[in-house]
Every structure is written in C-alpha cells, then in structure tokens.
C-alpha cells in the first residue's frame, strides 16, 4: 500500500466531501501530533476495491473532542456516545465513526464490553473478524500504510472469514450473524475453526435482546439476496436459537426472489417478514412480533398478513364481490397485500389482488357528507353508514354516476319515511 494508492481510492470511491473530511481530519491530526488511522471496513473495502458505505477513524486521544473540532462549521448531524468515546456523524446518509483507541472486556456473553484505554493494536484486536483488523495510516510519515498484525490480509487474498480469537462469538453473539452476512455478501468461506465456534456458540444469541437481534434481521434484509444468509442460518443452528419458529428452505427462499423480481432489488423488509411468517399461526407470528421488538408498522404488517390468510378460501372464490374484496383488503397494509400475492400461487387470489390495487382502491362515492346534509339527512352516524352504502354499490356497479347515487339516498329516504 502507498500514499497514491489510497488518495486515488478515496478519491474515487467516497463522495467528495467524505474525501475531504478525511483528508482534514489527517491535517486536524498532524496538526495535533496525533497518529489517525482508518480502520475496519473501509480499510477491507479498500483492498477490495470496492465502495464503502462507511468510514471509521481511530486515534489515541479523546475522540469526541477531536471529532466535535472537525466538524465546527458544518451542518452535519453528529452523535456522541460518551461511554465508548466515540462520535457517529451522519454526513448526507454517509455515516462516519470517529473512536478512540481503546481495549475492550466482556464481562458477560451477550452484554455490553466494559471500556479501557488502548492502542491502535488493542482497538483492532477487539474487532469481529480478521478481514476487519486492519488499519490504515493517515499520518503524514506513513500515509498509505497497512497496520495488520492479525494477518487479516491473508484471510482476504484466501477468501476465508475467521474470528480473531475463541472467545469472540461469546463476546458478542451478534457476530454469529455477520459472519453469515459478510460470508454471503464478499463470497468468503467462514473457516472451519470459525465455523466450529459459530455452530457451538450459537446458543447464546438470545442474550443479545431483541432490540439488537431485530437490528441484525434488518441488516440481513438489506444484503442482495438475504436468503442465502437465513439457509446458511438453518443449516448451521442459528435459526432456530434466534427465531425458533422461523424455517428457512427453498420455498422462502424462491418467494424473496420472486419479490425482487416483482418489486425491484429493495424489497421492503417488512415484504421479507411477511413472507417469513406465511407458515406461522396466529400466536407465533405474535411471538415473532415481540421477539423481533418489532415497530407498530411492521407488527401491522404482520397482523394484516394473518388476516389474509383467515380469508384465503374467500379469496380465492369466483364469484366474490368487489365490495366484499375491498372490504376485506382496505384495511391492510400495502407490504401485506403484496407478500400475499407473491406467497399464493392461485391466479383467482392474484387477480383479485391486483383488481384492488389497480382499481377498487380508488372508487370513492361522488356524493360526500356535505351532499348528504343538503339532501335532509341529520348529522350523525346515519351519514357515515350511507356513505359506505353508496361506496359498496358503486364496487359492484350499480350506481355509476352521481345521478344514480343521488337517485338512490332519495328513494331510501322516501323508504325511511313510510
């Protein structure tokens, strides 16, 4: 690695203003006699030659103080986490980290590591995986240097992920997760030793908590074909000690390709959930929901799934209604509506669907509330429940303009009276 090297690289791999933010950050450093190093993923990304979704910066100073004088002046979002010295700042959906060096001490499996002060060697020893403990210089008399003494290089040129010690997966089990995420997304095998460790240990994945297990899920949704990570999931026991009720095989697995397909590269994660859930009842997917610490919008998601599936029967009737199949769909979320229709293959169900979606969604009574006050009807429930007459017989066809809705709330009128 050389100077230019890595200049060319964050000159044509990072947004213009990372580059120069970086490039500040290491003149804010000089200036200050302090070694800054890039550090983790971009460090492997770099090697990679491939474009990094984050930066992160270490030094043996106060972070937060350092990182706070970098960005003075700048209108960016910038938060600090005291007990790891650390400043996160969120530059236009850049993120990027700024720590200090420190060592790190896991007083339980699963709970969060106590912090002690470190060097850059200690800071890289606390990392997940060999590929992600390697540093790179910004310092002016060696920038451009590589700073790897875990020999993650030579796990990257042999394509091969492996933990850095045998405590790392009992450390922080969420690593069992991104081992099957980073092996799915750069196309590296988890070594047999690491492998050995992730099958042993993955019994204590529900010690991270939900929130941070949910965090992981979501993280697996956003990779270019999350399935492959839930098979390797399935076969190597994680699945089942993170969502006990959640099977993976080929069948979900083809459905979120067919998802994409249908739906573009970046289905909805609340799509991937639903499509999770297909084979859940009722009380499981409610399980899956409080597991998962799921937000109000995706547990709706679920919840409306569920409902789908009471009226799959129904649904896939000839003879159904408009007004009844607008009846049963109105009220679910969109994301549901459309991980039904990749989950069922019956072309009456997706017709339906798609006669909803593309039509029934959008009928509305010409008359409105208003119209009806005009007309003599009193304010009060009355109206609402007219409304929705009208609604359901303009459905199914049988009053298409707003003559005929006006012709129809007259006679019922007149029927009320006699």
């Known amino acids: 690695m050389n100077a230019e090297e890595l200049k060319s690289f964050l000159k044509n791999r990072l947004p213009p203003e990372i580059n120069r933010l970086i490039l500040h950050a290491a003149e804010l450093a000089a200036s200050q006699n302090l070694h800054l190093y890039l550090v983790g993923g971009l460090v492997r990304d770099f090697l990679l030659n491939k474009t990094p979704k984050d930066a992160d910066l270490v ?60 060097d850059i060697k200690t800071d890289l020893f606390r990392r997940d995986f060999k590929i992600n403990a390697m540093a790179l210089s910004l310092s002016p008399q060696d920038f451009g240097c590589l700073v790897d003494p875990y020999n993650g290089l030579t796990d990257l040129k042999q394509h091969k992920l492996s933990v850095l010690h045998p405590k ?21 095998d988890i070594s047999s030793e690491t492998l050995t460790l992730l099958q042993r240990d993955a019994q204590l994945i529900p010690l991270i908590g939900a929130d941070r297990l949910r965090y992981e899920m979501e993280c697996i949704f956003k990779e270019a074909k999350p399935e492959n990570i839930l098979l390797k999931a399935e076969e190597t026991g994680v699945l089942k000690n993170s969502l006990p009720f959640i099977k993976a095989d080929n069948w979900p697995a083809d459905k979120f390709a067919e998802a994409r397909n249908m739906y573009g ?8 959930l639903c499509l999770l859930s297909v084979r859940l009842d009722k009380p499981q997917a409610e399980a899956l929901i409080t597991g998962l610490h799921l937000s109000k919008y995706i547990s709706a998601c679920l919840r409306d799934y569920q409902c789908l599936a009471e009226h799959l029967a129904e649904l896939g009737r000839v003879d159904l209604s408009p007004s009844r199949l607008y009846g049963i769909l109105v009220k679910c ?25 593309e039509e029934l969604s959008g009928i509305k009574p010409c008359l409105k509330g208003i119209d009806l006050l005009t007309l003599g009807f009193a304010p009060g429930p009355d109206i609402k429940a007219v409304l929705a007459e009208l609604l359901n017989l303009k459905l199914d066809g049988k009053i298409p303009s707003r003559t005929d809705e006006i012709d129809y709330v007259k006679r019922r009128q007149a029927d009320d009276q006699v």
């Open 59 to 118: 030094l043996a100073a106060n972070a937060i103080k350092f990182g706070q004088g970098l960005l003075e002046g700048f209108n960016y979002k910038a938060t600090l986490h005291p007990r790891f010295n650390n400043l996160s700042a969120d530059i236009n959906g850049f993120k990027l980290d700024i720590s200090t060096a420190r060592n790190e001490f896991y007083p339980d499996p699963g709970k969060l590591p106590e912090v002690l002060e470190g």
């Open 168 to 188: 790392s997966f009992r450390d922080d089990p969420s690593r069992i997760w991104r081992a099957l995420r980073y092996s799915e997304r750069l196309g590296f």
């Open 265 to 272: 590269e970046n289905v909805s994660p609340e799509i991937y």
């Open 333 to 357: 979320k969109k994301e549901a509506r459309q991980a039904f229709y990749i989950a069922n293959d019956n072309p009456i169900i997706r017709k339906h669907l798609m006669l909803f979606q």
